[in-house]
């Protein structure tokens, strides 16, 4: 059997299964579906807003829910898990009745494969939806990104690196997908090496040049920007490369300006301190420490790292952390 049939007899029973389910009538909720299902992008879009939404709203009740259960009152609690439940079961069944009208929709698929796994913890469910979602739109890279992450993950890294490889051909300029590509290649550079038959520099060399290219597309993205700066420090410890830490250095001071919180400045502050130290440039270093020390006047790593910079005795073991 070809594998395309394969993935289309995955596709139909996933098809089936969506299908059967959604046979019951529609809560109250999700009346408006069979408006909205005159034009599929239309409802595609939609449905996909309502899940951002309902997710969303679910992580906020289970975060009060544990509020609740710390504070000894379980019955406030069970009630925010309920309805952290009733509103996957809601977005579920919001996708199960887009499918009904539309079954080869790659991203309505896709989205809903997302759900089933990651909220419900459906694998199975999850890859024949994807499966579908690739062999129905088979220019669509969403559905390879999930298969790459999930088989990789799973430890099959041939099939997850040959899905990343499709990836990267529909979409080299999407830097979501960069910065998944090469977080693969760092994690599980001896995997990715015996599958390319690359040395583990080559593993190295062609992260970073993802990772890179992704912070230069999307340079407001603090995790991507965070990311690179970060890889720079993978190459001196797992790689064996000659690094470039004055440009290690230049990725945080990008990062920074776009860092949520003053604890995440703080690490650009102290992390482009660790950089210039790398790079031989203790006066460049010292001055990030100071910056990183009006942010968190106690940390114990900013006051060592100042004192061996400028040749002072290190601080008092009892220093409060």
């Given at each position: 059997?070809?594998?395309?049939?394969?993935?289309?007899?995955?596709?139909?029973?996933?098809?089936?299964?969506?299908?059967?389910?959604?046979?019951?009538?529609?809560?109250?909720?999700?009346?408006?579906?069979?408006?909205?299902?005159?034009?599929?992008?239309?409802?595609?879009?939609?449905?996909?807003?309502?899940?951002?939404?309902?997710?969303?709203?679910?992580?906020?009740?289970?975060?009060?829910?544990?509020?609740?259960?710390?504070?000894?009152?379980?019955?406030?609690?069970?009630?925010?898990?309920?309805?952290?439940?009733?509103?996957?079961?809601?977005?579920?069944?919001?996708?199960?009745?887009?499918?009904r009208y539309y079954p080869n929709n790659g991203r309505l698929l896709t989205h809903y494969g997302g759900l089933l796994y990651y909220r419900q913890f459906d694998?199975?469910?999850?890859?024949?939806?994807?499966?579908?979602?690739?062999?129905?739109?088979?220019?669509?890279?969403?559905?390879?990104?999930?298969m790459g992450i999930h088989y990789c993950h799973a430890g099959q890294y041939g099939t997850g690196l040959r899905y990343f490889d499709k990836l990267m051909a529909?979409?080299?300029?999407?830097?979501?997908?960069?910065?998944?590509?090469?977080?693969?290649?760092?994690?599980?550079?001896?995997?990715?090496?015996?599958?390319?038959?690359?040395?583990?520099?080559?593993?190295?060399?062609?992260?970073?040049?993802?990772?890179?290219?992704?912070?230069?597309?999307?340079?407001?993205?603090?995790?991507?920007?965070?990311?690179?700066?970060?890889?720079?420090?993978?190459?001196?410890?797992?790689?064996?490369?000659?690094?470039?830490?004055?440009?290690?250095?230049?990725?945080?001071?990008?990062?920074?300006?776009?860092?949520?919180?003053?604890?995440?400045?703080?690490?650009?502050?102290?992390?482009?301190?660790?950089?210039?130290?790398?790079?031989?440039?203790?006066?460049?270093?010292?001055?990030?420490?100071?910056?990183?020390?009006?942010?968190?006047?106690?940390?114990?790593?900013?006051?060592?790292?100042?004192?061996?910079?400028?040749?002072?005795?290190?601080?008092?073991?009892?220093?409060?952390?």
């Amino acid at each position: 059997m070809s594998r395309r049939i394969d993935l289309l007899l995955c596709g139909l029973f996933a098809a089936a299964t969506i299908t059967g389910a959604a046979a019951a009538p529609l809560p109250a909720e999700l009346a408006n579906i069979a408006q909205l299902a005159e034009n599929e992008q239309r409802l595609a879009r939609t449905v996909r807003d309502y899940d951002l939404l309902q997710q969303w709203l679910c992580d906020w009740d289970i975060a009060l829910a544990q509020q609740h259960s710390a504070a000894g009152d379980e019955a406030l609690a069970n009630g925010k898990f309920e309805n952290a439940q009733h509103r996957i079961a809601l977005t579920r069944r919001a996708y199960e009745e887009a499918l009904r009208y539309y079954p080869n929709n790659g991203r309505l698929l896709t989205h809903y494969g997302g759900l089933l796994y990651y909220r419900q913890f459906d694998k199975a469910g999850a890859l024949r939806a994807w499966k579908l979602a690739e062999a129905t739109s088979p220019k669509l890279a969403a559905p390879l990104n999930e298969m790459g992450i999930h088989y990789c993950h799973a430890g099959q890294y041939g099939t997850g690196l040959r899905y990343f490889d499709k990836l990267m051909a529909l979409e080299p300029n999407n830097p979501v997908y960069l910065f998944n590509v090469a977080q693969i290649y760092l994690i599980h550079f001896p995997q990715v090496q015996k599958h390319y038959g690359w040395d583990k520099q080559k593993v190295y060399r062609t992260a970073m040049k993802w990772s890179k290219k992704a912070a230069r597309l999307a340079p407001d993205d603090f995790e991507i920007l965070q990311d690179y700066a970060v890889n720079f420090f993978a190459g001196d410890i797992n790689f064996d490369v000659e690094v470039n830490w004055r440009e290690a250095a230049q990725a945080w001071q990008k990062a920074r300006p776009h860092a949520p919180d003053q604890t995440k400045r703080f690490f650009t502050w102290l992390n482009e301190a660790r950089a210039w130290i790398k790079a031989g440039e203790k006066q460049r270093a010292a001055a990030c420490l100071r910056n990183a020390l009006e942010i968190h006047p106690d940390s114990k790593p900013a006051r060592r790292l100042l004192a061996e910079t400028e040749g002072q005795p290190e601080p008092a073991k009892d220093a409060t952390p």
